[in-house]
């Protein structure tokens, strides 16, 4: 039961192809988010206003 409870991950043979992609759709998930009203823009041709 312990050794469940210890177990993270780090054994994993796969951990890099699993930790890089989720990372980086992070990261872009960051950036779509931070830059979305500009993205708006570019696909719908209109301006939007910032709510205040």
């Known amino acids: 039961m312990v050794e469940t409870l210890l ?28 830059y979305s009203d500009r993205l708006r823009e570019l696909v719908t041709g209109q301006e939007v206003e910032a709510a205040e």
Do not use: E, R
Request: hydrophobic share 55%; no cysteine.
């Open 7 to 34: 177990h993270a991950g780090q054994g994993h043979v796969n951990l890099l192809w699993i930790l890089v992609p989720s990372y980086l759709t992070f990261m872009l998930g960051i950036g779509v988010g931070v």
